[in-house]
DNA sequence: GAATTTTCTTGCCATATGGCAAGAAAGAAA
DNA sequence: TTTCTTTCTTGCCATATGGCAAGAAAATTC
């Protein structure tokens, strides 16, 4: 499948019927990211979102006692970006990174609310958007309230996206837990 | 303020400009519910939002373990409902609850949807309350993920909206532990 | 206001997770 | 390959949070 394939197929899930090729045309920037640069850093404005062509990209910040803290992940055919600002309309408050070389493709919040303007169907876009990434959340948030470690680290085992290419102290923070922690619950496990 | 106009001025922060009369009068059921009344179970259609006129509601659940988890709060002048569900279009998965006796406005989904196809501008309501959301949950989720218990109490702390009327057992499940651990932080802050 | 129910606190001890530092293993660079 | 860097694991011990049960306190009901 294509790259363009890729970014249509994500496009349809919320808007089934009707032409996206404005829409998919709007992604009009492709940005190639070699390991550990960064899309974003805090402070630049985010005025935009990614869509993930290639590799594996993650959001993260550094807490108040100078750790690191990974916030989220993408993979191909997902979108990437600091969501907090973006919903905001704020800085970017996150660090975006690539954990392994790849490829977005960038579309500007000024060209999004063009196209809402343009078409009721791409503002059907952006509400459902949200409604996903709020379900999203939701289930994190839940995960982190009422799971142990290990319970979440059993949710992250069953999808195969985080088992490779992401070094385990990433996926520690992820968890809210240390990468310490993690390699004990990992010895537990096997 | 009349209870009409706090869903004024709740619309107002969505759609600043333009009328939202028909809007308003969408919420056309009114509920008044006691103490421990349920607004919805898990099971039931919930093809509604509701709008808080009085009192303070929760979202809960049981865990696999059989231990009530609490959700989220709402207070007057915001949203209640089983959002997680409402975005899925699924039944419930979460009881709502009046915390103490209250009173709600409903809106259907339905009349949300011809609302959304009648005025663009209400469409807009619909994405940007869902971004809203998105940030709500995330700053919670980034709670959870990165403060200790104690921390996260000290948060509530600060919102007077929390600290009053609510059982101490129900915020200690919504910070994500056992009512007697809230206890003893409680008593070592003091 | 007495009785009943619900909520909150406390003691004792268990388990989960963290902090630090050293070394092993893996991966990247030369 | 060899070297250098990054990541992962482990031991020792500390701290945070949990589980249970009893009693105290508060709220509700009668």
Same mark, same amino acid.
């Given at each position: 499948?294509?790259?363009? =394939?890729?970014?249509?197929?994500?496009?349809?899930?919320?808007?089934?019927?009707?032409?996206?090729? =404005? *829409?998919?045309?709007?992604?009009?920037?492709?940005?190639?990211?070699?390991?550990?640069?960064? +899309?974003?850093?805090?402070?630049?404005?985010?005025? @935009?979102?990614?869509?993930?062509?290639?590799?594996?990209?993650?959001?993260?910040? @550094? =807490?108040?006692?100078?750790?690191?803290?990974?916030?989220?992940?993408? *993979?191909p055919g997902m979108?990437?970006?600091?969501?907090?600002?973006?919903?905001? =309309?704020?800085?970017?408050?996150? @660090?975006?990174?690539?954990? %392994?070389?790849?490829?977005?493709? &960038?579309?500007?919040?000024?060209?999004?609310?063009e196209l809402y303007?343009?078409?009721?169907? @791409?503002?059907?876009?952006?509400?459902?958007?949200?409604?996903?990434?709020?379900?999203?959340?939701?289930?994190?948030? +839940?995960?982190?309230?009422?799971?142990?470690?290990?319970?979440?680290?059993? %949710?992250?085992?069953?999808?195969?996206?985080?088992?490779?290419? &992401?070094?385990?102290?990433?996926?520690?923070?992820?968890?809210? &837990?240390?990468?310490?922690?993690?390699?004990? &619950?990992?010895?537990?496990?096997?």
């Amino acid at each position: 499948m294509s790259d363009q =394939d890729k970014l249509n197929t994500f496009l349809r899930k919320y808007i089934p019927l009707g032409n996206v090729e =404005d *829409f998919v045309e709007s992604f009009d920037v492709v940005r190639k990211l070699n390991k550990k640069e960064f +899309l974003l850093e805090p402070g630049q404005a985010c005025s @935009y979102l990614a869509f993930v062509n290639k590799g594996t990209f993650r959001v993260f910040f @550094y =807490d108040n006692a100078g750790t690191e803290v990974t916030v989220w992940f993408s *993979f191909p055919g997902m979108m990437i970006g600091d969501l907090l600002a973006f919903f905001q =309309d704020s800085r970017a408050i996150f @660090y975006v990174q690539a954990v %392994e070389d790849g490829e977005v493709r &960038i579309i500007a919040k000024s060209k999004l609310e063009e196209l809402y303007l343009k078409n009721p169907e @791409y503002l059907q876009f952006g509400r459902k958007y949200a409604e996903y990434v709020s379900v999203n959340v939701m289930q994190r948030m +839940l995960s982190l309230q009422t799971l142990s470690a290990e319970e979440r680290y059993l %949710e992250l085992l069953a999808n195969p996206n985080y088992m490779q290419r &992401i070094p385990l102290k990433y996926l520690a923070s992820y968890l809210g &837990i240390t990468d310490t922690s993690l390699s004990r &619950i990992r010895k537990n496990i096997v």
